[in-house]
C-alpha cells in the first residue's frame, strides 16, 4: 500500500477513487507545522534558526499519517503545485522523520495541475524528490515577514498608539492607496473646451468630427483653455465651408490575450462580475477542487496560483477543436498561439489558468453550479478558448476635413472602427475599469460613406467646456495590476494582503475603490519617515527578485536574510530614543494636508477655531489618532483626522453643540455634538447623559429632532414574538444594525430598517438567521464547543457573544482572534488566549471548586462592555499573529 498526502479533504476523497485500492489518501489540511506567534521563533544570532510548531489538528491528522505509514510500502507527497505547497511537503516530511515513520519506506514527490483522473495517473508516473531551492526559497520568505512584522509591529505599538500592524508586502500595498489618495488631494483642476461640429454628408448622412487643428496650431485636449478662445474658433466654424481633404481607411489586427493567471483573473472577476479578490479565489478553489458532475467530483479548473501564461500542448489542440465545432474553422487559428509573460517575478513555471476539458461548455455544467462559480467557470472558459482563436480584423476610417472662413483655417478630424470579423471576440472581450482609459481605439462609432474632396455641410458645432480630473482611486482590482506591475509580492497572495488591509481598518472600501482612513494614512506617513526603505517600491521588488533567485537555485537563502537583517535591525534600533511628540511634529508636516486644511473663513488653520489661542495637532489616544487643541483641559475642541471633518458641520458642532429641542417626556435638552470619535446625539448632561453615534452614511446637516429622538430612543422595540411571547428589538451595534430576541442576533441589512421594520418582517428575519446556525457575530451566548476541562479544573468552552466569539472558563472570557474559526479552536489555543487575558485583567484562577461547575455564561452588555477597550490591545498581538501565519500565505 502508498499513502499519500494532499492538502485538502476535498482533494483527498476524489483522488482516492482515482488511484484504487493500493493508496490511501490523506489530507494535511495545509500547514501542518508554523511559527509560534511570539518572539523568538526566528532567531538571527543563531544563524536565524527557526523554531516550528505543531497545533493539536495537526497533531491528530500527522498521527494519521503516522499510523497509515506502519503498513505500508512508501509515502507520496501530493501537496499544491506552487512554493507553499513544496514548503507543506518539506514539513509533512520533517515531522516524519523526527519521529522515525519511515524506515525503509520510499519518498516520492509528485504534482499536478488539475484535479483529473489522467493529470493525476500521469503525475504519479513521474514522481520527483522534494526540491530544496522552492523549500529555502519558502524559509527565506517566512522568515523576513516574521522578522518585519515581530519588530516592525511592536515599533509602532509604542510609538503610534492604535496602528496595529505593518507587513513586509501590506505596508507598501498600503502606501500605493495612501501616496494616490495624496495625489488626488493635491490635485488642482483645470478648465478646458472640447470643439466639435456635426456634419452632413451629400448623402444626408450626419456624422461627428473634432477640432484638431486652428491657424496652423495642433489642437490636444486642454489646448483650448477658455471660453473667450471657444467662443473665438466656435463663431470662425459657423461661418466656414467644409471640405474633405482625406478618407483613409486602414486595417489591422487585434489579437487574443492570454489565458487567465491570477491576477489578471481576480481583475475580471472583479471587473465584469464584481468579486473582490478573495472571493474570486474562493470560487476558484472550489472548481479547482472539484465538483459533482453527475456523480463523479471532477476538477473543472487547473490549479488557480500561477503566474503562468501558456497552456499544455494537449489543452491546446482540445480548444482548437472546439473552436471549429463551435464557432467554425474559420475562428481557428492557423498555428497555435503561444504566451510569455510580462510579470515582473514571474511564479514557478505553471500552467495558465484553464478548463481541465474544453468540452465542458459553462452551458453544459451549468445545472451542477451555484451562481458564483457559473459565472467564474464561464469567464475562466471563454477567456481559455478565446486565448487560441483568430484574431480580430478591423479596419479604422480617419477622415480629415478642412474648415475655411476667409483667410481663417482649422482642421478637423473623424474616426471610425469596422469590424470586418469578429475573431476571438466572439468568444471574450476585455472590460475597462472605472477611470481606466481604452487604449486599442475600438470604442469609436462606425462613420457613413464620406468621400475625399467633397463638401460637407455644417449642421451644428459644439463647444463644450470640461475640467480634468484626479486620477481615480485604485480598485482592488488596478492595485493588483499595479502591485503586479511594480513586482510587488505575489499574485497568489495579493487576495490576503487586501483582506489585512480591511480587517486592519487601514483601508476602507466604498463602490469597490479603495480609500485610505486615518490609521493606514499615519502608519504610512511613520513609515516613510522612520522606515523609508522598507516601503520603496524598488526594495521590495528587489527582495521579491531575491527570493525568485533562491527558487531558482542561484542564491543561498541565508545570505539574503543576513543582509536584510543588518540594516533593518540598526533602524529598529534607532528609533528606541524616539520620543512620541518627535514622532508628532513629523506626522504634523507629513499630513498637514488632513491635519491642518485649509479653512473655509481663511484663518490660520493651525489656531483652534473653538478658543482662538490654541494650536491644532494630531494627539494620539487609545483607539488611534485625532486633532485637539494645546489648550486642553481648559478648551475640549476634538475632532477626527480628516479633511472633510476640518470644514464639514462636525467641525462648526466641536467648539458649540447644536440645540435641537427637547424631549418631550423627560424635558431634557437634545443636542448635537461632535467628539474625536465623529458626530453625536446627547440627551441630557453629565455623566448620566444619554449618546448615541450617528450611523455610517447619516450626514450632520440632516439630523433634526425627530432622527436624533429616534437614535437615542435605541433599541427600539417592536413587539412580542408570537411564539415565544418574548420581546423582539431592534437596534444598532459594533456590527451594524441589529434584532435582539431571547438573547440572539440577527442582521438587519439597513440602518433605515431598524426604524421601520414591523414584528411580521422581524420575526421571518429572526428564523432566517436561526436556520444557518451559529456564525460570527450576534448569537446567544451559549457554548458552540466544548473544548475540555482547563488543568486547575472547570470547563473551557468557545461562546459567541454580542461582541464576537470568544472562549469562556468561570470568569475569564479571551476574545477570539478575527482570523481564527471559532470551530477550529483547539484546547491548546485555547489555554494560550485565557492565560494572557487573565494575565492582563489581573483575574486569578478559578478555584477548583467553584471551576468545577458549570461555566458561566457571559455576562451581557456590562460585562462585555468592560473588556471591550482591552480588545485593542489583543488585536495589537492579534494583528502580529495573522502577519506570521504562514496559512495566509502573504507574501
Not at 495579493?494 to 499615519?522: M, W
Not at 427637547?662 to 453629565?686: A, K
Request: proline residues 5%; charged residues 30%; hydrophobic residues 35%.
Amino acid at each position: 500500500m502508498n499513502v499519500v498526502v494532499v492538502e485538502s479533504p476535498a482533494k483527498a476523497k476524489t483522488i482516492n477513487k482515482y488511484l484504487g485500492k493500493d493508496f490511501k489518501v490523506l489530507a494535511s489540511f495545509g500547514h501542518v507545522r508554523d511559527l509560534p506567534a511570539k518572539d523568538g521563533s526566528v532567531k538571527p544570532d543563531e544563524d536565524f534558526e527557526m523554531s516550528w510548531e505543531v497545533d493539536t489538528a495537526s497533531n491528530k491528522r500527522l498521527k494519521d499519517i503516522t499510523d497509515a505509514l506502519k503498513g505500508a510500502d512508501s509515502l507520496i507527497l501530493a501537496t499544491d503545485p506552487d512554493r507553499e505547497g513544496e514548503a507543506i511537503s518539506w514539513h509533512v516530511l520533517e515531522v516524519l522523520n523526527k519521529k522515525k515513520a519511515l524506515k525503509g519506506k520510499s519518498v516520492q514527490r509528485v504534482v499536478f495541475n488539475a484535479i483529473t483522473k489522467k493529470a493525476v495517473l500521469d503525475a504519479m508516473a513521474n514522481p520527483r524528490d522534494i526540491d530544496a531551492p522552492l523549500v529555502d526559497a519558502y524559509l527565506a520568505r517566512r522568515a523576513l515577514d516574521y522578522l518585519v512584522g515581530f519588530n516592525l509591529s511592536p515599533v509602532l505599538w509604542r510609538k503610534l498608539p492604535g496602528a496595529r500592524s505593518a507587513g513586509r508586502v501590506q505596508s507598501v500595498a498600503l502606501r500605493l492607496v495612501c501616496d494616490r489618495e495624496a495625489e488626488i488631494e493635491r490635485f488642482v483642476a483645470e478648465e478646458y473646451w472640447q470643439i466639435s461640429a456635426d456634419l452632413k454628408t451629400p448623402r444626408n448622412d450626419v456624422f461627428n468630427a473634432r477640432l484638431s487643428s486652428y491657424e496652423g496650431k495642433r489642437i490636444q485636449r486642454q489646448t483650448v483653455s477658455n471660453v473667450g478662445e471657444a467662443d473665438t474658433i466656435k463663431a470662425m466654424l459657423e461661418g466656414a465651408s467644409f471640405t474633405v481633404e482625406s478618407v483613409e481607411a486602414k486595417p489591422t489586427k487585434r489579437n487574443p490575450a492570454p489565458p487567465f493567471t491570477t491576477s489578471t483573473l481576480q481583475q475580471a472577476a472583479s471587473s465584469k462580475l464584481g468579486f473582490n479578490a478573495k472571493r474570486t479565489m474562493q470560487v476558484a478553489q472550489k472548481l479547482y477542487e472539484g465538483i459533482d458532475i453527475g456523480g463523479e467530483t471532477v476538477g473543472l479548473i487547473t490549479y488557480m496560483r500561477t503566474d503562468g501564461v501558456q497552456m499544455d500542448m494537449s489543452a491546446i489542440e482540445a480548444a482548437c477543436e472546439e473552436i471549429a465545432s463551435n464557432f467554425g474553422d474559420r475562428y481557428r487559428p492557423e498555428k497555435p498561439r503561444f504566451y510569455s509573460t510580462k510579470a515582473k517575478n514571474a511564479q514557478e513555471a505553471h500552467e495558465a489558468i484553464r478548463p481541465t476539458g474544453f468540452e465542458r461548455r459553462p452551458d453544459d455544467v451549468k445545472r451542477y453550479l451555484d451562481q458564483d462559480q457559473i459565472r467564474l467557470y464561464d469567464l475562466i472558459w471563454k477567456r481559455a478558448i478565446a486565448s487560441q482563436m483568430a484574431s480580430a480584423e478591423i479596419e479604422r476610417t480617419t477622415v480629415e476635413i478642412a474648415a475655411k472662413n476667409g483667410d481663417k483655417i482649422a482642421g478637423l478630424r473623424a474616426t471610425g472602427s469596422v469590424i470586418r470579423f469578429d475573431g476571438f471576440i466572439a468568444a471574450y472581450t476585455d472590460q475597462k475599469e472605472d477611470g481606466e482609459q481604452s487604449d486599442d481605439g475600438d470604442d469609436d462609432g462606425r462613420l457613413p460613406e464620406i468621400n475625399a474632396r467633397e463638401t460637407v455641410a455644417k449642421e451644428k458645432i459644439n463647444a463644450s467646456q470640461h475640467f480634468t480630473e484626479p486620477p481615480p482611486r485604485y480598485s482592488e482590482a488596478t492595485l493588483i495590476k499595479r502591485m503586479e506591475e511594480l513586482g510587488i509580492g505575489r499574485p497568489s497572495t495579493y487576495a490576503a494582503t487586501l483582506s489585512t488591509l480591511q480587517d486592519r481598518e487601514y483601508v476602507e472600501i466604498d463602490k469597490r475603490k479603495l480609500i485610505p482612513q486615518a490609521k493606514g494614512r499615519l502608519v504610512t506617513a511613520f513609515l516613510q519617515n522612520f522606515f523609508e526603505r522598507y516601503v520603496e517600491y524598488d526594495f521590495t521588488a528587489n527582495l521579491e527578485e531575491q527570493l525568485d533567485k533562491i527558487s531558482n537555485g542561484d542564491l543561498a537563502w541565508k545570505d539574503v536574510l543576513r543582509a536584510f537583517w543588518k540594516d533593518f535591525f540598526a533602524q529598529i534600533e534607532n528609533t528606541k530614543e524616539l520620543r512620541v511628540s518627535d514622532v508628532l511634529d513629523v506626522l504634523n508636516e507629513e499630513l498637514a494636508p488632513i491635519v491642518f486644511p485649509k479653512r473655509e473663513d481663511g484663518g490660520n488653520p493651525r489656531i483652534c477655531p473653538t478658543c482662538g489661542i490654541g494650536n491644532l495637532s494630531l494627539k494620539l489616544g487609545k483607539f488611534g489618532a485625532f486633532v485637539g487643541c494645546s489648550n486642553y483641559p481648559e478648551c475640549n475642541f476634538t475632532r477626527q483626522l480628516s479633511a472633510e471633518s476640518a470644514n464639514g458641520d462636525e467641525a462648526q458642532l466641536s467648539g458649540e453643540p447644536k440645540d435641537l429641542g427637547r424631549d418631550p417626556h423627560t424635558g431634557e435638552p437634545i443636542t448635537l455634538r461632535s467628539g474625536r470619535f465623529g458626530p453625536y446625539v446627547q440627551r441630557g448632561d453629565g455623566k448620566e447623559a444619554k449618546r448615541s453615534s450617528l450611523p455610517k452614511g447619516w450626514k450632520v446637516e440632516d439630523i433634526d429632532h425627530e432622527k436624533a429622538m429616534a437614535l437615542i430612543g435605541l433599541p427600539r422595540d417592536i413587539g412580542k414574538h408570537p411564539e415565544t411571547g418574548k420581546m423582539i428589538s431592534a437596534g444598532l451595534g459594533r456590527y451594524g444594525p441589529f434584532l435582539l430576541h431571547d438573547g440572539g442576533y440577527a442582521n438587519l441589512e439597513t440602518v433605515e430598517d431598524v426604524f421601520t421594520i414591523g414584528l411580521n418582517r422581524a420575526v421571518t428575519v429572526i428564523a432566517e438567521r436561526k436556520a444557518k446556525g451559529p456564525a460570527r457575530g450576534r448569537t446567544a451566548t451559549a457554548a458552540l464547543k466544548e473544548l475540555g476541562e482547563h488543568p486547575d479544573g472547570g470547563a473551557i468552552t468557545v461562546r459567541d457573544g454580542r461582541y464576537g466569539p470568544y472562549v469562556n472558563w468561570g470568569k475569564v472570557n479571551a476574545t477570539l482572534p478575527k482570523d481564527l474559526d471559532p470551530q477550529a479552536v483547539t484546547l491548546e489555543k485555547a489555554l494560550e488566549l485565557v492565560a494572557e487575558r487573565a494575565g492582563k485583567s489581573g483575574k486569578k484562577a478559578a478555584p477548583k471548586k467553584a471551576a468545577a461547575k458549570k461555566a458561566a455564561p457571559a455576562k451581557k452588555p456590562a460585562t462585555e462592555k468592560k473588556a471591550a477597550p482591552k480588545k485593542k490591545a489583543a488585536a495589537a498581538k492579534t494583528s502580529t499573529e495573522k502577519t506570521s501565519s504562514a496559512k495566509s500565505k502573504e507574501a
